[in-house]
Each structure stands twice: as structure tokens, then as C-alpha cells.
């Protein structure tokens, strides 16, 4: 009798299927993930949650690799939002250290990559380690152009819209515009995603239908895809399926 074909073949097999499928021409070209799930991961394996983190990381790895491979241009991800502070502090200085940990790790593949890192949110009241960390990132990898990785580091979509409205009341203080000259594209200007397109695709991994105080305003006409994938789990081909299922939507932006 044949041997079982292994779990490899299976997943060779799904990615051979899914490439078929693969419109190179139509890729989203801004791709966002909500990486949910990895205290549930670590749980479900009676692993402390940084556990969970840690490979978490992992999955960031292999999605940058997967997106490259794809063409998406760029890919935002949420790491540490401004409400997770208010998790256990022995959770959140995991956190802390692991960001610098990995982001060292993963300096010469992002070079080798031509991954640009880019930050949103505020940066200025992290730990200066981490803080620190991410801003020689962002310095090092700003030649590079063939992927943007935009990192939501204390990000919070409700304190990124204020921060906007105060600055163009400062603005309007200061003479620089006037109150009838705030339109969409001026407050867009004083978003941390300034210059960056909208997300085409939104991602949530771990099954929650919500959106966490992510990007609130970015996605106003995203394509959402919720997989119950945890994301230590999420793996090239969970990407690949998504921009699948994203080439097969009706995008409309309310015309018809
Ligand atoms: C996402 O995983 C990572 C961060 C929010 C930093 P969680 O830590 O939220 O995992 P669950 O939702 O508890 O499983
Ligand atoms: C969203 O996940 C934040 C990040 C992925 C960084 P949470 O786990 O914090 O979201 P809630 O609390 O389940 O809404
Ligand atoms: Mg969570």
C-alpha cells in the first residue's frame, strides 16, 4: 500500500491550486491584518501567552515572504494597540522586548527583502528601547522599495483622527487653512497614513468579527476577510486564499 501522502503534499497541493487561481494582475495592492489569536494559541497548548507572541512572529515572517511573492505592495500590520496596555504589565514588557528582539533578528532579511518598515502610531510613549528599535528600522530599510511594511505600534484608530482634527484646528489657529478648506484630503494629510493608499483587503485572523480600533477610517470601502486561523498559524497559503477570495468580490464604492 502507498504510503499517506504527508501534510507538505497537502499544502504544496492547496498552494499549486491556489496559484492557478491567482490573478497576478489584480492583487491588492494594500493589504492590512488584524493578527488576532495568540494568547489563544499559546493557551490551547498550555504555553504562557508570549509563547503565542513569539510565534506570532513567526507568522509575520512567512506572511511578509508570502506578500512579496504575491506582488502586494503593502501591508500593514497591527502589533500593539493603544488599548492593550491594559493587559497584564509581565504581557506587555514580553511584548516589549520581543518587538527588538525580532526586529534585530529580522534586519538582514528585510534588507535582503527590499522591505521599507514604516511606523504608525505613537512611537514617542513606547519604552525607548523599543521606540528606539523601530526608529534605526525605519532608518535603515527607507531605501528600500519593493514591500512596505507598516507597522501599528501604539496605534489606535480614534487617537489617530484626533490627533488630525487638533492638528488642523492648530492649523486654522495659525492661519495655514481655513475652516472651509477642511475637506477629506486635509484631514487625510495629518493621518499617520498619510501618503498611503487605503487597504484593499482587511484581514482578521482568530475569528472576531470587529474591528479594534483599526484604521477606522482607512477601511471605509476595504474588502473584509475573518479566518478562524489563529495567527501563529497563519501560513503562506492562508494569504495566497485570501487574495483569492478578494479577486472574487464585487467591489462597488456605493455606484452600481
Ligand atoms: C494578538 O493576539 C496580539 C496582540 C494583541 C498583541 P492576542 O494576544 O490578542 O490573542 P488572543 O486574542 O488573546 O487569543
Ligand atoms: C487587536 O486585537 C489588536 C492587535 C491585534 C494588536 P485585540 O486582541 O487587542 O482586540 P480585542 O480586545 O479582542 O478587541
Ligand atoms: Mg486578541
Redesign the pocket.
Known amino acids: 500500500m502507498l504510503n499517506p501522502p504527508s501534510s507538505d503534499f497537502f499544502s504544496s497541493e492547496r498552494a499549486h491550486a491556489l496559484l492557478r487561481r491567482l490573478d497576478p494582475q489584480a492583487v491588492p495592492a494594500h493589504v492590512a491584518i488584524?493578527?488576532?489569536?495568540?494568547?489563544?494559541?499559546?493557551?490551547a497548548r498550555g504555553l504562557p501567552?508570549a509563547a503565542?507572541?513569539r510565534a506570532?512572529a513567526k507568522a509575520i515572517e512567512e506572511t511578509i515572504a508570502a506578500a512579496k511573492e504575491c506582488g502586494i505592495r503593502y501591508l500593514t500590520i497591527?502589533?500593539?494597540?493603544t488599548e492593550?496596555w491594559r493587559?497584564p504589565h509581565e504581557?506587555v514588557s514580553a511584548?516589549m522586548g520581543l518587538f527588538v528582539e525580532v526586529l534585530r533578528a529580522n534586519m538582514s532579511d528585510l534588507m535582503r527583502q527590499g522591505v521599507r518598515v514604516r511606523v504608525i502610531g505613537e512611537l514617542d510613549s513606547m519604552p525607548s528601547r523599543t521606540a528606539k528599535a523601530f526608529s534605526s528600522a525605519v532608518t535603515q530599510t527607507a531605501g528600500n522599495g519593493d514591500l512596505d511594511l507598516v507597522v501599528a505600534l501604539n496605534y489606535g484608530a480614534r487617537d489617530e483622527i484626533v490627533r488630525a482634527a487638533r492638528a488642523l484646528a492648530r492649523d486654522a489657529v495659525a492661519g495655514v487653512i481655513s475652516a472651509d478648506d477642511v475637506d477629506e484630503a486635509a484631514l487625510e494629510e495629518r493621518l499617520y497614513t498619510a501618503g498611503l493608499p487605503d487597504p484593499d483587503l482587511l484581514i482578521r485572523t482568530?475569528g472576531?468579527m470587529r474591528l479594534s480600533n483599526f484604521l477606522l477610517w482607512q477601511v471605509a470601502y476595504s474588502e473584509i476577510r475573518v479566518t478562524d486561523v489563529?495567527?501563529p498559524d497563519f501560513c503562506r497559503d492562508d494569504l495566497l486564499e485570501a487574495v483569492v477570495d478578494f479577486q472574487g468580490r464585487e467591489r462597488r464604492f456605493g455606484g452600481r
Open positions: 488584524i493578527m488576532d489569536g495568540n494568547g489563544r494559541w499559546a493557551e501567552r503565542g507572541h506570532g497591527y502589533s500593539f494597540s492593550n493587559r504581557e511584548l482568530s472576531e489563529l495567527w
